[in-house]
Nanobody, 118 residues
């Protein structure tokens, strides 16, 4: 079993910054990929950013040039640095990991709330 624990959410004013962290723990062979998704009230969950083991990142168009995803493989941790935050970035942010045990499986964290408001 794999656990993902997020931290770093909170309330920030428009234009501000936050950094989310997600630590993976449990029994697995390797983490294939990690990502951040978000879900705003009344909307579907959407992919924000993803990163491979080698550090190659991809972003949703709405967050390009504002958000940066990174990972520390030695700490089994993925980060999301969010800058120039906008009210429309308000959502619950979920950490995701595709993990290799004896098969590839998908895991989700419990989510952390990010609220952008003046």
């Amino acid at each position: 079993q794999v656990q993902l624990v997020e931290s770093g959410g909170g309330v920030v004013q428009p234009g501000g910054s936050l950094r989310l962290s997600c630590v993976a723990s449990g029994s697995y062979v390797s983490i294939v990929a990690m990502a951040w998704h978000r879900q705003a009230p009344g909307k579907q969950r959407e992919l924000v950013a993803s990163i491979t083991t080698r550090g190659s990142g991809e972003y949703a168009e709405s967050v390009k040039d504002r958000f940066a995803i990174s990972r520390d493989n030695s700490k089994n941790t993925v980060y999301l640095q969010m800058s120039s935050l906008r009210p429309e970035d308000t959502a619950v942010y979920y950490c995701y990991a595709r993990v290799w045990t004896s098969v590839e499986s998908d895991y989700w964290g419990q989510g952390t709330q990010v609220t952008v408001s003046s």
